[in-house]
């Protein structure tokens, strides 16, 4: 189904749709970065049949937790038992996050084999979710990615408020691809730019994506001001193959209150099955998950795709 008739913004000149990818790896964060920004603590069964739906729903990535402080994020205090409790399924793999190395410690104690650190575009957003400076940020990073390379792990780079910071404004895509160099000089595989708020609209997007190796660079938008997935099309053309999303739309930032909840992987999916973008995600079996996770906090999906298909 080409763009337009998905009711999508478009920016012309579009590249023919064969430029598309013929696949797109769907990184999947609702046990993550979704339920971190839940004011209910879900419990940790719940949480596990989660993951278990979601690997069934054929999803190859799931971000599981967060080995962060439990002080400062309450909702991923379990990540412990979340993973001894976790029945790993070949083929997909189960990243956490990590900010340090005391982080690093509890992740690898716990058998995991894939990180992400999340470092910021900003200085107000590097205080307020890492209690560093920019400059700090990075030498927490750096033994951590030293010592998960040197054990074999794969990491991964976040970088939040790449577009607009709500204390700072709009973020210069300069200083958004620096932050970005500096974790793959440390040795990061990949970089995921997130749109932590969810301001970003397409030419943005194009303006930073310009500065950095898109081969290596993953897309992490929020919805906010409906524009999720323009900006996703638009990387897609660019040459970005992998995409962040969160079931039924779960998340936000709980260090960003205007931040509202990740682009929705429904609606990612559906647009990508109308694109004939392969992504193994069956989209009935993730809707029926989004809506029984739904019921378990007690509120609608904001997904438009899930509402409309489950009402
Ligand atoms: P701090 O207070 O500066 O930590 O927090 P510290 O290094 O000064 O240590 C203080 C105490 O905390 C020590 O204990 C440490 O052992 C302990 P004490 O010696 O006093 O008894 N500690 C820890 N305990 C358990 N696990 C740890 C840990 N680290 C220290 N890992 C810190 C610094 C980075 C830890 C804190 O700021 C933090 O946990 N921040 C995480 C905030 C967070 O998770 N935010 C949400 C994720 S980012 C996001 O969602 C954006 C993203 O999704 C992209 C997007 O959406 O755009 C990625
Ligand atoms: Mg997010």
């Given at each position: 189904m080409p763009a337009r008739d998905l009711g999508l913004p478009v920016r012309a000149p579009l590249p023919a749709?064969?430029?598309?990818?013929?696949r797109v790896t769907i990184w999947e964060v609702g046990a993550r970065d979704g339920l971190q920004n839940e004011s209910a603590i879900v419990p940790v069964a719940v949480k596990l049949e989660f993951l278990d739906r979601l690997a069934d729903a054929g999803l190859g990535v799931l971000e599981a937790t967060s080995f962060v402080h439990p002080k400062w994020l309450p909702q991923l205090a379990d990540a412990e038992e979340l993973l001894a409790g976790l029945k790993r399924r070949s083929g997909v793999r189960y990243p956490v996050l990590v900010p340090n190395e005391r982080g690093l410690d509890r992740a690898l104690a716990a058998g995991v084999r894939h990180i992400a650190i999340f470092a910021s575009a900003t200085e107000t957003f590097a205080s307020r979710n890492?209690?560093?400076t920019l400059d700090e940020q990075f030498a927490m990073f750096d033994p951590v990615v030293s010592r998960a390379r040197a054990e074999g792990l794969d990491v991964r780079g976040y970088v939040s408020m790449c577009f607009g910071d709500?204390?700072?404004?709009p973020v210069d895509p300069e200083q958004v691809a620096e932050v970005g160099r500096r974790l793959l000089d440390m040795g990061c595989s990949q970089l995921s730019l997130g749109d932590t708020i969810g301001v970003a609209t397409p030419g943005q997007v194009e303006r930073v994506l310009d500065l950095l190796p898109v081969h290596l660079v993953a897309v992490h938008f929020h919805d906010t001001y409906g524009q999720a997935l323009a900006n996703t099309l638009t990387a897609l053309r660019l040459g970005v193959s992998t995409v962040d999303s969160s079931a039924g739309g779960l998340g936000g930032c709980p260090y960003a209150e205007s931040a509202t909840g990740n682009l929705a992987t429904e609606d990612l999916v559906w647009m990508l099955d109308g694109l004939g973008v392969?992504?193994?995600?069956d989209l009935d079996s993730l809707a029926d998950t989004s809506a029984w996770m739904a019921e378990r906090l007690g509120r609608p999906s904001p997904s438009r795709v899930v509402r409309a298909l489950r009402g």
């Open positions: 749709p064969g430029e598309l990818p013929a890492l209690n560093r709500p204390w700072e404004g392969e992504t193994g995600v």
